[in-house]
C-alpha cells in the first residue's frame, strides 16, 4: 500500500477535462513539493509537473498540477488519445528520509 | 542531448549479487543527484536509492536497506546499483533518473530524466 493514495483508475472521452487526485500527509505533502509523472506503455516514466504547479518544456499547457494542504490534483483538459497512460505523484516524505510515488492511476480514454 | 543507458540486469537465483550500471553523456553528471528506481511487473514505481554528486552520501529505502549500495564514478559519467542477496521481490525494471544539482535543495522527488530501464529477474 503506498504511502499516497491515488485512484487506480480515470476516464475520459476526447475533448473532456479529467483530474487525478493524490492524498497525502503532512510528512510529505504538507510540507514539500509534489511532482507527477507520465509513463506511456512499455516507456520509461516522464516528468510531468514540479514543484506543485510548474511544467516543463514541452509539456502542453493542456496539463496542470495544483496542491492544497496534504492533497494535490492533475488536471488534463481537452484530453487526447495520446494521454492514455499511466499517472504517478510523488513526493519526498521527511519521516522516510526518502522519495514516494502514489500507486498510479491508469487513465482511459474512451 | 541527456542520454541515460542502463545496462547489468539479468536472470538471478535467490540470494546472488548483480550490479547494474547507468552510462549518461549530455550533461555535467558530476553536478548532479542520482537516484535508482523500480517498477515490478504490473505495479507502481518505487523508490529504492539516491546518491550526491561526489558521492559522500547515500540513502536507501527501507526494502533495500544493508543488501544494496548505490555509488558513482563521476570520471566514467557512470552510476551503479550492487544488488546482493536478491530475493524474488526484488524482481522488477530498474531506472536510473537524474536528480536535481548538487547546489539545489535536495529533498525532492524530481527525477528528470529516466533511463529507459533494465530488467531483474530474481528465480530458481
Known amino acids: 500500500q503506498s504511502v499516497l493514495t491515488q485512484p487506480p483508475s480515470a476516464s475520459g472521452t476526447p475533448g473532456q477535462r479529467v483530474t487525478i487526485s493524490c492524498s497525502g500527509s503532512?510528512?510529505?505533502?504538507?510540507?514539500?513539493?509534489v511532482y507527477w509523472y507520465q509513463q506511456l506503455p512499455g516507456t520509461a516514466p516522464k516528468l510531468l509537473i514540479h514543484?506543485?504547479?510548474q511544467r516543463p518544456s514541452g509539456v502542453p499547457d493542456r496539463f496542470s498540477g495544483s496542491k492544497s494542504g496534504t492533497s494535490a490534483s492533475l488536471a488534463i483538459s481537452g484530453l487526447r488519445s495520446e494521454d492514455e497512460a499511466d499517472y504517478y505523484c510523488?513526493?519526498?516524505?521527511?519521516?522516510?528520509?526518502?522519495?514516494?510515488f502514489g500507486g498510479g492511476t491508469k487513465l482511459t480514454v474512451l | 542531448e541527456v542520454q541515460m543507458v542502463e545496462s547489468g540486469g539479468g536472470l538471478v537465483q535467490p540470494g546472488g549479487s548483480l550490479r547494474l550500471s547507468c552510462e549518461v553523456s549530455?550533461?555535467?553528471?558530476?553536478?548532479?543527484?542520482m537516484h535508482w528506481v523500480r517498477q515490478a511487473p504490473g505495479k507502481g514505481l518505487e523508490w529504492v536509492s539516491r546518491?550526491?554528486?561526489?558521492?559522500?552520501?547515500?540513502s536507501y529505502a527501507d526494502s533495500v536497506r544493508g543488501r544494496f549500495t548505490i555509488s558513482r564514478d563521476n570520471a566514467k559519467n557512470t552510476l551503479y546499483l550492487q544488488m546482493n542477496s536478491l530475493r524474488a521481490e526484488d524482481t522488477a525494471v530498474y531506472y536510473c533518473?537524474?536528480?536535481?544539482?548538487?547546489?539545489?535543495?535536495?529533498?525532492?522527488?524530481?527525477?528528470?530524466?529516466w533511463g529507459q530501464g533494465s530488467l531483474v529477474t530474481v528465480s530458481s
Open positions: 533518473g537524474r536528480g536535481v544539482p548538487w547546489d539545489h535543495f535536495d529533498r525532492r522527488a524530481e527525477i528528470a530524466p
Open positions: 549530455g550533461f555535467t553528471f558530476s553536478s548532479y543527484w
Open positions: 546518491i550526491n554528486s561526489d558521492g559522500s552520501y547515500s
Open positions: 503532512s510528512s510529505n505533502i504538507g510540507g514539500n513539493f
Open positions: 514543484k506543485n504547479n
Open positions: 510523488a513526493a519526498w516524505d521527511d519521516s522516510l528520509s526518502g522519495v514516494i
